[in-house]
């Protein structure tokens, strides 16, 4: 900021004795006195007072002249503080309209209109003028102490207001670096916020996995051994039926020899309340039907135990996940052939560190809700991949269903299925949730009911973290 104080006046009067008058005043007075003010401490000892600097007086004897002063002084990065001018001056404009002027070029400059008489009303001047906070009255004849006095007062208002623009204006700027800190700190805040509740809502289903693990680790032992030896009697059953079966047709055709008809009417009312011809047929069948659940119930226990474990035993390797999404497409292309075109998009992945099976069985999973999502007419499955920076990418889309927006947060909950009790066990995504967060990836999905879903597995190349 510059501190020195700015003293520079320009004097508008058509009458050169004025300027001289004024140059007295303001530039001989002056110097007289701080000469006078030297001579007196140097007599009495006393400190020099501290006079004001020296007025710089410029003149201008029209207004046009007085406007150019203005420009220039501007221009040049001198302002006036102050003008004094003269209201009545006949050649050219007038003292209003001069002032008009010099506040169009330097709203700054501090204004004494002086008249001795004049053409408008004061009223009048000060309705054109209407910034009056910058205009004082001088009237003519004046006295020298005035003339002294307003040009003292005048400049250092000017100094004053100077000074006060620039600290508002220094002040904005701080308000405005504040009001952008505190933005971006809010910024950060929003966004460290929405990664916690995305922490949380992870550790939360980390949580339930666990805990449902456990649950589906125990439930799985106890079917497990009664399911193991139900299955090996049934073996064993089947067998002794079949002997049975044997036996009982070769009594049939001896029945035929027996002499006593009284035997065989009872043997053959006892085979007709029996219904022994439908029961040969019917019990084939239900020892079909028993095996298939049996086979379901098994299929199950192995989803539950696969689910809990997650399969400790195998080794992280290096493995190609295209490879692997094909191999899994050889297991289901049949299932999938009847109800929807595959069409592969492959971005030629790297290999990545991870347990090839268990990811094999997340595609074998989404891959098997895709197609089931698929129902009313044919539709189309997509497997796209690709690679980001340190991960890789999968992922499958289907023309299906949809998911609704309420249930989409529950699809990855355990046990959580919306389909027919026999087709669904609402292990497959949680399993796959699983899967993918021991390998330290990320499974999100998209959904929109009518159009279909894509679910999207993103997993880092390398597995940096020692694992436990
Ligand atoms: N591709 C999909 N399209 C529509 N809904 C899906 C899809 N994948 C999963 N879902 C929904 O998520 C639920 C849970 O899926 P999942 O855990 O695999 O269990 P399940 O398939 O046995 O029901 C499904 O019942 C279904 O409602
Ligand atoms: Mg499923």
Same mark, same amino acid.
């Given at each position: 900021?510059?501190?020195?104080?700015?003293?520079?006046?320009?004097?508008?009067?058509?009458?050169?004795?004025?300027?001289?008058?004024?140059?007295?005043?303001?530039?001989?007075?002056?110097?007289?006195?701080?000469?006078?003010?030297?001579?007196?401490?140097?007599?009495?000892?006393?400190?020099?007072?501290?006079?004001?600097?020296?007025?710089?007086?410029?003149?201008?004897?029209?207004?046009?002249?007085?406007?150019?002063?203005?420009?220039?002084?501007?221009?040049?990065?001198?302002?006036?503080?102050?003008?004094?001018?003269?209201?009545?001056?006949?050649?050219?404009?007038?003292?209003?309209?001069?002032?008009?002027?010099?506040?169009?070029?330097?709203?700054?400059?501090?204004?004494?209109?002086?008249?001795?008489?004049?053409?408008?009303?004061?009223?009048?001047?000060?309705?054109?003028?209407?910034?009056?906070?910058?205009?004082?009255?001088?009237?003519?004849?004046?006295?020298?102490?005035?003339?002294?006095?307003?040009?003292?007062?005048?400049?250092?208002?000017?100094?004053?207001?100077?000074?006060?623009?620039?600290?508002?204006?220094?002040?904005?700027?701080?308000?405005?670096?504040?009001?952008?800190?505190?933005?971006?700190?809010?910024?950060?805040?929003?966004?460290?916020?929405?990664?916690?509740?995305?922490?949380?809502?992870?550790?939360?289903?980390?949580?339930?996995?666990?805990?449902?693990?456990?649950?589906?680790?125990?439930?799985?032992?106890?079917?497990?051994?009664?399911?193991?030896?139900?299955?090996?009697?049934?073996?064993?059953?089947?067998?002794?039926?079949?002997?049975?079966?044997?036996?009982?047709?070769?009594?049939?055709?001896?029945?035929?020899?027996?002499?006593?008809?009284?035997?065989?009417?009872?043997?053959?009312?006892?085979?007709?309340?029996?219904?022994?011809?439908?029961? +040969?047929?019917?019990?084939?069948?239900?020892?079909?039907?028993?095996?298939?659940?049996?086979?379901?119930?098994?299929?199950?226990?192995?989803?539950?135990?696969?689910?809990?474990?997650?399969?400790?035993?195998?080794?992280?390797?290096?493995?190609?996940?295209?490879?692997?999404?094909?191999?899994?497409?050889?297991?289901?292309?049949?299932?999938?052939?009847?109800?929807?075109?595959?069409? +592969?998009?492959?971005?030629?992945?790297?290999?990545?560190?991870?347990?090839?099976?268990?990811?094999?069985?997340?595609?074998?999973?989404?891959?098997?809700?895709?197609?089931?999502?698929?129902?009313?007419?044919?539709?189309?499955?997509?497997?796209?991949?690709?690679?980001?920076?340190?991960?890789?990418?999968?992922?499958?889309?289907?023309?299906?269903?949809?998911?609704?927006?309420?249930?989409?947060?529950?699809?990855?909950?355990?046990?959580?299925?919306? +389909?027919?009790?026999?087709?669904?066990?609402?292990?497959?995504?949680?399993?796959?949730?699983?899967?993918?967060?021991?390998?330290?990836?990320?499974?999100?999905?998209?959904?929109?009911?009518?159009?279909?879903?894509?679910?999207?597995?993103?997993?880092?190349?390398?597995?940096?973290?020692?694992?436990?």
């Amino acid at each position: 900021m510059n501190t020195l104080p700015n003293r520079r006046i320009l004097l508008i009067d058509d009458t050169p004795s004025i300027h001289e008058d004024f140059r007295k005043i303001l530039l001989f007075d002056t110097q007289a006195e701080a000469e006078l003010d030297a001579v007196e401490a140097a007599l009495f000892g006393q400190e020099v007072k501290a006079s004001a600097a020296p007025f710089e007086l410029d003149s201008a004897y029209r207004g046009q002249e007085g406007l150019a002063m203005v420009c220039e002084s501007t221009a040049h990065n001198r302002p006036y503080a102050m003008a004094f001018v003269d209201m009545r001056m006949p050649l050219g404009w007038d003292g209003v309209e001069t002032i008009e002027r010099l506040w169009q070029e330097d709203p700054r400059l501090q204004i004494v209109i002086c008249t001795a008489y004049s053409d408008y009303s004061w009223e009048e001047v000060l309705d054109r003028l209407d910034t009056r906070d910058r205009l004082l009255i001088l009237k003519k004849p004046f006295d020298n102490i005035e003339v002294c006095q307003l040009a003292n007062a005048l400049t250092v208002k000017w100094h004053m207001t100077q000074q006060a623009t620039l600290q508002m204006s220094e002040l904005e700027e701080k308000v405005q670096e504040r009001t952008l800190e505190i933005k971006r700190t809010s910024d950060a805040l929003q966004v460290e916020i929405v990664e916690r509740k995305q922490l949380e809502s992870q550790l939360l289903q980390a949580d339930k996995l666990a805990s449902i693990g456990q649950l589906a680790a125990g439930v799985a032992h106890e079917i497990n051994n009664p399911i193991g030896y139900i299955s090996s009697n049934f073996v064993t059953l089947e067998g002794y039926y079949s002997g049975l079966l044997e036996m009982l047709n070769a009594y049939e055709t001896v029945e035929q020899t027996v002499g006593s008809p009284e035997v065989v009417a009872k043997l053959k009312s006892l085979r007709e309340r029996l219904e022994l011809d439908f029961m +040969k047929e019917e019990i084939p069948l239900l020892m079909r039907e028993s095996k298939q659940g049996l086979a379901r119930v098994r299929q199950i226990v192995q989803d539950l135990r696969d689910f809990s474990r997650v399969d400790s035993t195998q080794q992280w390797q290096w493995a190609n996940l295209e490879q692997g999404i094909d191999s899994t497409l050889n297991i289901v292309a049949s299932e999938i052939k009847y109800k929807a075109d595959i069409i +592969k998009e492959y971005g030629g992945i790297p290999e990545i560190e991870c347990l090839p099976s268990q990811l094999n069985q997340v595609v074998l999973n989404l891959l098997v809700n895709a197609t089931q999502a698929i129902d009313s007419e044919r539709g189309k499955i997509i497997i796209r991949s690709g690679a980001e920076a340190e991960n890789i990418w999968i992922e499958v889309t289907d023309t299906g269903s949809g998911i609704e927006t309420h249930i989409l947060p529950r699809i990855f909950d355990p046990f959580f299925t919306t +389909k027919p009790i026999g087709k669904g066990t609402g292990l497959g995504l949680s399993l796959s949730y699983g899967i993918v967060q021991k390998h330290r990836g990320q499974i999100t999905v998209q959904s929109e009911v009518g159009v279909g879903t894509t679910f999207r597995v993103v997993l880092p190349i390398r597995q940096l973290v020692a694992r436990e």
